[in-house]
């Protein structure tokens, strides 16, 4: 059975940072897609980043690109999410997701098969 366990989320000030970090059992971590969504309060959850089986390839969303990087060590069946000059707008419950079909690094929710429970981020401005 696979699960996907997040951690990492909190409450920082805008400007700062968080690191968020996922986890994944049951399977070979190697195999899969690996992907951050997130949704905001009130709102639907969106894309935020994704990267290949191999890190070699990744997508961002364009509200994030430039201040948040997406990495993974597959030797420790994690997928990180560095996530720096917080605003207040990334507040949001944050997913990761695991896709162990596809050869891409999808920024669609629909190929995603697997998701972790969520970790709350929150920025204070």
């Known amino acids: 059975q696979v699960q996907l366990i997040e951690s990492g989320g909190g409450l920082v000030q805008a400007g700062g940072s968080l690191r968020l970090s996922c986890v994944l059992s049951g399977s070979t971590f190697s195999t899969f897609v690996m992907a951050w969504f997130r949704q905001p309060p009130g709102k639907e959850r969106e894309f935020v980043a994704s990267?290949?089986?191999?890190?070699?390839?990744?997508r961002y969303a364009d509200s994030v690109k430039g201040r948040f990087t997406i990495s993974r060590d597959n030797a420790k069946n994690t997928v990180y999410l560095q996530m720096n000059s917080l605003k207040a707008e990334d507040t949001a419950v944050y997913y990761c997701?695991?896709?162990?079909?596809?050869?891409?690094?999808?920024?669609?929710?629909?190929?995603?098969?697997?998701w972790g429970q969520g970790t709350q981020v929150t920025v204070s401005s």
């Open positions: 997701a695991g896709d162990p079909r596809n050869n891409g690094y999808s920024a669609s929710s629909n190929n995603y098969d697997y």
């Open positions: 990267i290949s089986r191999g890190a070699s390839n990744t």
